[in-house]
Structure formats: structure tokens, C-alpha cells
């Protein structure tokens, strides 16, 4: 079956780097996402990258993906206290969102 | 453009209460979706829409209805509400269209926190 799997929580320090984790079992997967959840607000879109790539870098964000361990990072780079949020990994098949399977979420600690 | 908007907020149902949570979106997207977040199991689908006048069942759609008589609005009924049901619901939407690989980003909607007692 379909499933996406992430650890609970992360804690770092501030203007350390972040690494969230995360791995997926669909290999048809077309796209890969990340979804940050600030505290009170809905999921929004913070980058994403498609399965024939192994890394996508957009400033501070670095996504890596190994598909033949269908392992998915997203390493956040001088993380700050606003960083501080619940980030969702998320595959789809790329045939609709309804094809979209989410992460339980990480949630990211940021000590000043 | 107010992107994904969610009335109520907050409410407070009694067992057995119905109530419809409302969702609108102004960015003309065709699919739209209703999730419930509940803690350490992330967001699950309870419907979907794929465009105006059509509805389908999602991975938990026990207990909810739902309808889309307009483009832009997608309403979550819970006929008799179960404390089961205590939980936040997020409302999303979609584009149909497949553009620089965006096709499935999700919008969100800033979630309504359902309690049932």
C-alpha cells in the first residue's frame, strides 16, 4: 500500500542546519513535496521536486532524493527561530490531488 | 484574493448536533478537497471534488457529506456528530491544469478546530 513515513519532531539549534527526513513506499510517485504548517494555519507549499531528479536547491532549501531507496530530505540551511513549524513530506502520482499522500509531519524546534 | 477561506473558525457541537463547514476559493481551481488533521497520523482525505456538481469518497468519508453546487465552494456536512469527529479540518484546492509541474500543489485553507463532546 501507500504510505509516507517522517520522525515526529526535530530539534535544533539556531543557525544550525535542519535535515527532515522522510520515505515513501509508491515508486510510481511522480512528484515529491514539502509542505510547511505554521502554528494556527493551514499547509502551505515550500518546494517540491519531480521523481527524475536528485536534488533541487531553492536558497536556504535543499531537497535530495534518493528514488531507489525512496528517501526523501529537505535540509534547511542557517535555520532560524521562524523556521519553527510542523513541515509535511507528500508524494503524488501527479493524476490530481486526490492521488496525494501526506506525512504525519515532522515537527521543527529551532533553540535560540 | 483571499486564496482558501474556512468559516467557522472554532466550534463547539454536542453529540448527535449537525453543523456544514464552508469552504470558498477564488482561484478558479476545479479540484477541491476537505481533510481532517489529527495528531501524529497527518492529514487524511474525507472527500474530494474534481469539479462543480461532482463528489467522491476520500480514505475516511464515514459520517461526512459534502457538495460542490458552485465552482468556488465545497461544503463538509456532519449530519450527527460523533466525538470521534473532534478534529481540525482543512479545506484545499487545486488547478486541473498541468503547468511547470505545479499541477497538484495544494492550496489550504486555515482550518476549522472541531470540538464534539
Not at chain 1, 30 to 48: F, I, R, V
Not at chain 1, 49 to 71: A, E, G, P, Y
Not at chain 2, 44 to 69: F, M, Q, W
Not at chain 2, 76 to 90: I, N, R
Request: net charge positive.
Amino acid at each position: 500500500g501507500e504510505d509516507v513515513e517522517q520522525s515526529l519532531f526535530l530539534s535544533v539549534r539556531e543557525g544550525d542546519s535542519s535535515v527532515i527526513n522522510c520515505t515513501y513506499t509508491d515508486s510510481s510517485s511522480t512528484y515529491l513535496y514539502w509542505y510547511k504548517q505554521e502554528p494556527g494555519a493551514g499547509l502551505q507549499l515550500l518546494t517540491y521536486i519531480f521523481s527524475n531528479m536528485d536534488m533541487k536547491q531553492d536558497q536556504r532549501l535543499t531537497v535530495l532524493l534518493n528514488k531507489k531507496d525512496k528517501h526523501l530530505s529537505l535540509r534547511i540551511a542557517d535555520t532560524q527561530t521562524g523556521d519553527s513549524a510542523i513541515y509535511f513530506c507528500a508524494e503524488s502520482k501527479g493524476t490530481g490531488g486526490f492521488k496525494t499522500i501526506f506525512g504525519a509531519g515532522t515537527r521543527l524546534f529551532v533553540k535560540a | 484574493n483571499a486564496g482558501v477561506t474556512q468559516t467557522p473558525k472554532f466550534r463547539v457541537l454536542k453529540t448527535g448536533q449537525s453543523m456544514t463547514l464552508l469552504c470558498a476559493q477564488d482561484m478558479n481551481h476545479e479540484y477541491m478537497y476537505w481533510y481532517r488533521q489529527d495528531p501524529g497520523m497527518g492529514l487524511r482525505l474525507i472527500h474530494y471534488s474534481v469539479g462543480e456538481g461532482t463528489t467522491a469518497k476520500g480514505e475516511v468519508p464515514d459520517g461526512y457529506n459534502v457538495s460542490r453546487l458552485k465552482k468556488q465552494n465545497f461544503l463538509l456536512g456532519l449530519e450527527s456528530a460523533a466525538p470521534s469527529q473532534t478534529s481540525v479540518y482543512f479545506c484545499a484546492s487545486s488547478s486541473a491544469l498541468r503547468t511547470s509541474g505545479r499541477s497538484d500543489t495544494q492550496y489550504f485553507g486555515p482550518g476549522t478546530r472541531l470540538t464534539v463532546l
